[in-house]
Each structure stands twice: as C-alpha cells, then as structure tokens.
C-alpha cells in the first residue's frame, strides 16, 4: 500500500518534443506528491510538487497533472532540451506521518533528450 | 555552507566491518534525513530526524543500523559488520521544518567487498 509505481523506467525524445513520465500510488492518505530530479554523481534536487486538491500545476517548461480519482499523477516536460537528461523520480508523503520529507519513491525514469 | 555536505564521497569496505558516513546539512535546516539509493531498491528512506524530537527510525533495514544527530547539526550514519548488500549509495538531505523541499548532498557510495 505504500508503493509508488512509476513508468517508463526510461524514456528518449528529440529536443523540442514533449516528455511524459508516470505515477501511481495505493495510499490514498498521500497528500503530497513532489517530482525530483537528479542528474548523475549528483543528489535529486525538488523539480515541482502539487498538493491533491488541484489538478494541475505548471512551473515554467514543468507541469504536474493529477488524478485523484484514479490516484494517478504525471510530469509533462514540454520543450524538451538535452540539458533535461537525468533521472527524474516521482514521490508522495502525507500530513500523518512524521515529515512530509518522509518520502516514497517511484523506481525512476532515465530521460534522454536527443539534440 | 552552499549545500548539504557528505564524507566521504566513497568509501571501500571489506565484509564485516564498520562503517561511518557524516553529513553536514544546510545551516538553519531543522529537519534531516538519510536516504538509500541503490539498483534493486531505488530511493528508501532510513530515518528522520528533526530538532530535539526522538528519531523516526521506521525505515532503517535492520539493528545494524544506526544513525544520531548531535547538536542539532551534524549527522552520522553507522553500519556495523556491513554485508555486501548494504552496497549503495547513502544520501543524506536537509529542510527547513516540514520537509516540502529536501535538498540533497552528493551522497556516499559505499562498496562492500
């Protein structure tokens, strides 16, 4: 029940196309879900996060959309650029537990962006 | 400091041995945290501390494991008689109370042979 299912585990677009990258979750107590990204050598850094009671939320290229309903959630990259190849992970948390920092993570998605 | 620092960056281990990692968070983060990262496992979370609260520890693998805090800063994680599957990368991270935003140090890869 804690599982967060993330999907494709890798993923290669063309500079410029649009990045798609997966997540479903069991929990229905998760009441944060943040995106990371993480380039390598390196630790993830917090891309964008969205609480359950919006449905979309966009930062500049980034945008989360959520499903509550069939508790889904994707990352849209629009745009693509090769500066955007790295692993990026999907996570969720919740208000009950000790942290929102306590976080369950997706298994990750390679994301290469071909020039 | 600019970020979260970790030591060592690698560290090399022979079976059966004990192991130190330390992590230096940001200064005036409250929270803190040590996370794994490794193949099979991707990124689980071990413990949790934050201020002068008692630990969460629910998600450290075993007794083996142990983790403190001192001060308020600095942390140490401790792996005694390390297995080869305690192979990974350990991360630690900081945030101010509430935890929305981690922010990560470069991790220590840890090999046990």
């Known amino acids: 029940q804690q599982q967060v299912k993330q999907s494709p585990q890798s993923l290669i677009v063309q500079k410029g196309g649009i990045s798609i990258i997966n997540c479903a979750y069991e929990n229905t107590a998760f009441d944060y879900f943040p995106w990371y990204q993480q380039f390598p050598g390196k630790g993830p850094a917090l891309l964008i996060a969205?609480?359950?009671?919006?449905s979309e939320k966009k930062e500049g290229r980034f945008t989360i959309s959520f499903n509550k309903s069939a508790k889904q959630f994707s990352l849209h990259i629009m745009d693509s650029q090769p500066g955007d190849s790295a692993t990026y992970f999907c996570a969720a948390s919740y208000a009950g537990g000790t942290s929102y920092g306590k976080l369950t993570f997706g298994q990750g998605t390679i994301l290469t962006v071909h020039p | 400091g600019a970020g979260v620092s970790q030591s060592p960056s690698n560290k090399v281990t022979e079976k059966g041995k004990d192991v130190e990692l330390r992590c230096d968070p940001i200064s005036g983060h409250t929270a803190l945290y040590w996370y794994r990262q490794s193949l099979g496992q991707g990124l689980e979370f071990l413990i949790y501390f934050q201020g002068n609260s008692a630990p969460d520890k629910s998600g450290l693998p075993s007794d083996r494991f142990s983790a403190e805090r001192t001060g308020g800063s600095v942390s140490t994680l401790t792996i005694q008689r390390t297995q080869q599957e305690d192979s990974a990368v350990y991360l630690c991270?900081?945030?101010?109370?509430?935890?929305?935003?981690?922010?990560f140090g470069s991790g220590t890869q840890l090999s046990v042979l």
């Open positions: 991270a900081s945030s101010p109370e509430g935890g929305r935003k981690l922010f």
């Open positions: 969205i609480r359950p009671d919006v």
